[in-house]
C-alpha cells in the first residue's frame, strides 16, 4: 500500500445559520447473518444504544447514565424492520460480495419518554447543517474534493456523520469557492480564507483536521472554532477508524453544547410574541416549523393582530436552551426577550 499523506479540512456550518431535520434519527442497522428472529433480537439492543446515542447527541452523557433496563427491553420499542441485501467491497481483494443488513425502525416517542424518565437530554431533530470542505494531497491528486469526486474519502465521512446524525452540505466548489480558497490555504492552516469562503453557506463553526500517516496508520488533530471558543482533540487508528473517532467527538461537542436538557420542573409553559406574520403562508410556515421541534408539546394561538402573532408553547425544555434551538432554524430572529416571555419575527 502507498503511503499516505494527506490534509483534510472539514468546515461544519453547524449553528445558527443553518439546520436541517434529521429524518432517520431513530433507525440504526448493522450486517447481521441470517433473518433469523433469535439474531435480530440480539443485535437489537446494541443498535438501540446506538440510537440513543445519536438522539442525545453525547457519549459521555450516555456512558454515566443507567440505560440498561432501557436497552434490555430494545424489542418493546422497535416499530419496524427490514433486510437489505447490499454489496461490500473487501479491502484486500477488492472483490465484492452480498452482506445482509438488518435496519431497525426505533418509536420515537417511545424512546424521548424514556430518556425524560432516565434523565438524559435529547438533542432536537432539527440540527446544524455541516458544510464539509475537503483537500487532499494523495497518490499524485492535490486538490480539493466534492461528492462529485470519486473519492472514498467522502463516502466515509458521510457515513460517520450519518451514524451520528450529523447532516452534511458540500461546497459547491464553483468559480466563486475556487477564487476564494486555496490549496494553500488549507495547508497553511488560513482560517480566516477558510472562514470567509464558508459565508455564502452561513457557515458559523470551522472544524479543521489535518491527517497524516497512510490507510492502515493515520493521525487526525483536529480544531474546532465554535463561536468564540477554540477546541482540538485528535484520532488514531486506520482511515475509517480516525475518521468515525474524529466525527464522534465532534458530534459529542455540539451535542453537549446544542441538545435539549430534560425541565426539572416538567412542562413549561412560554409566551412568544411573532411579529413579520403577514398572510396565511407566513402563518402556516412559523407552525409547521415549531410543530416540528421534539421539545414542543403544545401550540395554543393567543391573538393574531396586525402583522404579530402571539402563542402560548409548552415545551419540555429549560427557555434559554430553547432559545437556542429557535436561534439555529434560521426561521425566526429574537426582536427581544426577557425572562417571561419570547419576542420574534419571522425571516422572509
Known amino acids: 500500500m502507498p503511503r499516505l499523506f494527506f490534509s483534510l479540512i472539514f468546515v461544519f456550518a453547524a449553528s445558527i445559520a443553518s439546520a436541517a431535520e434529521v429524518t432517520d434519527l431513530y433507525k440504526a442497522q448493522a450486517p447481521i447473518e441470517s433473518q433469523n428472529e433469535q439474531d435480530r433480537k440480539r443485535l437489537a439492543p446494541d443498535l438501540l444504544k446506538q440510537v440513543v446515542v445519536k438522539v442525545v447527541g453525547d457519549r459521555r452523557a450516555v456512558e454515566q447514565a443507567d440505560i440498561s433496563a432501557l436497552v434490555t427491553d430494545a424489542e418493546r420499542y422497535i416499530d419496524q424492520y427490514y433486510y437489505q441485501q447490499v454489496a461490500v467491497t473487501d479491502s484486500d481483494s477488492d472483490m465484492s460480495q452480498q452482506q445482509l443488513i438488518l435496519t431497525l425502525d426505533f418509536n420515537a416517542n417511545g424512546i424521548n419518554t424514556a430518556l425524560q424518565r432516565i434523565g438524559l437530554p435529547v438533542w432536537d431533530k432539527i440540527r ?27 463516502l ?49 463553526i470551522v ?7 497512510n490507510a492502515e496508520a493515520t493521525e487526525i488533530s483536529w480544531q474546532a472554532i465554535l463561536g468564540d471558543d477554540i477546541e482540538r482533540w485528535s484520532s488514531q487508528g486506520n482511515v475509517q477508524t480516525a475518521i468515525q473517532q474524529g466525527v464522534d467527538e465532534l458530534a459529542d461537542r455540539l451535542g453537549r453544547r446544542l441538545n435539549m436538557p430534560i425541565s426539572s420542573a416538567g412542562d413549561v409553559e412560554l409566551t412568544m410574541e411573532v411579529s413579520g406574520v403577514n398572510d396565511f403562508d407566513d402563518y402556516s410556515r412559523l407552525m409547521d416549523y415549531l410543530g416540528s421541534l421534539q421539545v414542543v408539546t403544545d401550540i395554543k394561538v393567543g391573538s393574531l393582530g396586525t402583522e404579530k402573532l402571539d402563542l402560548v408553547l409548552v415545551i419540555q425544555a429549560e427557555p434559554e436552551r430553547f432559545r437556542q434551538l429557535l436561534s439555529m432554524g434560521r426561521v425566526v430572529q429574537p426582536d427581544s426577550t426577557d425572562n ?9
Not at 160 to 187: H, T
Not at 340 to 348: A, D, S
Request: no cysteine; aromatic share 4%.
Open 340 to 348: 417571561t416571555g419570547l419576542q420574534y419575527r419571522l425571516l422572509p
Open 128 to 154: 446544524p447543517e455541516s458544510l464539509l470542505w475537503v483537500a487532499i494531497d494523495y497518490q499524485g491528486k492535490q486538490q480539493l474534493i466534492t461528492e462529485r469526486d470519486e473519492d472514498s474519502l467522502i
Open 156 to 204: 466515509q465521512i458521510e457515513q460517520a456523520a450519518k451514524k451520528r446524525g450529523i447532516p452534511l452540505l458540500m461546497p459547491l466548489l464553483d468559480l466563486e469557492d475556487q477564487s476564494q480558497l486555496s490549496l494553500n490555504d488549507i495547508s497553511t492552516g488560513n482560517t480566516t480564507a477558510v472562514q470567509q469562503a464558508s459565508e455564502r453557506y452561513g457557515a458559523s
Open 207 to 213: 472544524v479543521t483536521a489535518r491527517v497524516v500517516g
